[in-house]
């Protein structure tokens, strides 16, 4: 059964695909192997594709556009506004204004007349929420977007915004080891009848056993300021990693396999959105759909993986200041 986007909004894939890494974020990217990446995913049935305006400063979501707008009555786009890059990093931009020019932007980017899914990314503390929703929920009247979504909310904004118009869904991370969400966040979704949808669902590729303490990040990787990948954060972490491992190995399967598939028992109104830019990594993500998870490996994935979460936070001092308002 697939999960739809709100009681009444269409149906998706039980897994999407986050294409923020096929632009850069975590080191240099192939254009070419991430636009073969989408389509072996639209082959695969994998049908929400989420990006993001300020990825690559537009440019993935030009790479989605000539990539996908000859499959657009198949796909359900979902991407995001409301932030601007800085030198400092990224700032809220949540005034009227600045989301209908970015509307008109994405829409341009994307090859299309409407977006399914249009998160505001960020809360900006210099405009009311009311005015930043509203403007959204003018956009969904115009037909120019399908549904408003939030990312990094706490549980008091999303039931204000949803006070202004319906939320159709909420991305945050989550994934076995930052649960955050479980606390208050999920319970009020599923009063809404809203969904999540899990970005980061690998733990930024720890948890496929990738990194190791010796690797070290490409430029503009995004993990390279993050507490959590570093230092004796990141030798904490690993060793939760090693543990995964262990309990995937008994199930002839990878540890991302395994944190996928957990993940996908948390309920059919959870959305993991791996992102991958190559191929075999997509593969990979996908087999999770086939892997059975008994009440015997849960048990020992919640031995293995403290439900306190993993050691660090996940975003720098910056990053921090922006997320659960």
């Known amino acids: 059964m697939h999960p ?15 294409c923020m890494s096929m632009t850069g974020t975590y080191g240099p990217a192939d254009p ?9 995913a639209l082959d695969s049935g994998v049908t929400m594709f989420d990006t993001g305006d300020f990825y ?37 931009a949540g ?13 341009r980017r994307l090859r299309t007349d409407h977006i399914d899914v249009y998160y505001l990314a960020r809360i900006d503390p210099a405009v009311p929420l009311e005015e930043s929703v509203g403007a959204l929920a ?17 549980a008091a904004t999303l039931r204000r915004a949803h006070a202004i118009h319906p939320i159709s869904a909420v991305q945050t991370e989550y994934s076995l ?12 979704l599923r009063g809404l009848g809203a969904v999540l949808v899990a970005y980061s669902p690998l733990g930024r590729g720890l948890l496929t056993g990738a990194v190791r303490a010796t690797t070290r990040y490409g430029h503009g990787d995004f993990r390279a300021t993050a507490p959590r990948y570093n230092g004796d954060d990141l030798q904490a972490n690993l060793a939760i ?20 598939a957990w993940l996908l028992t948390r309920g059919s109104d959870v959305i993991p959105i791996p992102g991958s830019s190559r191929r075999p990594h997509l593969r990979d993500n996908l087999a999770a759909l086939d892997l059975h ?9 919640d031995g293995a993986v403290p439900t306190t979460g993993a050691h660090g936070a996940r975003y720098g001092d910056h990053g921090i200041g922006l997320i659960d308002r």
Not at 4 to 18: F, N, Y
């Open 4 to 18: 739809t986007l709100g009681p009444d909004g269409p149906a998706v894939s039980r897994l999407g695909l986050g």
């Open 32 to 40: 070419h192997e991430a636009a073969a990446t989408l389509l072996e």
């Open 56 to 92: 690559g400063d537009g440019a993935n979501e030009e790479l989605l556009g000539r990539t996908l707008a000859p499959h657009r009555d198949h796909v359900v786009l979902a991407t995001k506004t409301g932030v601007r890059r800085t030198a400092e990093g990224l700032v809220p």
């Open 95 to 107: 005034s009227p204004e600045y989301l209908r020019r970015a509307c008109e932007a994405s829409l």
């Open 138 to 154: 003018e956009l969904v009247a115009q037909g120019k977007v399908g549904r408003i979504g939030l990312s990094e909310v706490s």
């Open 177 to 188: 080891w930052e649960r955050h969400v479980e606390e208050d966040v999920m319970p009020t």
């Open 241 to 260: 990693v090693d543990a995964l491992t262990e309990i995937a190995a008994t199930k002839h399967a990878t540890p991302a396999q395994i944190a996928l």
């Open 293 to 301: 998870l008994t009440a015997a490996d849960l048990s020992d994935i």
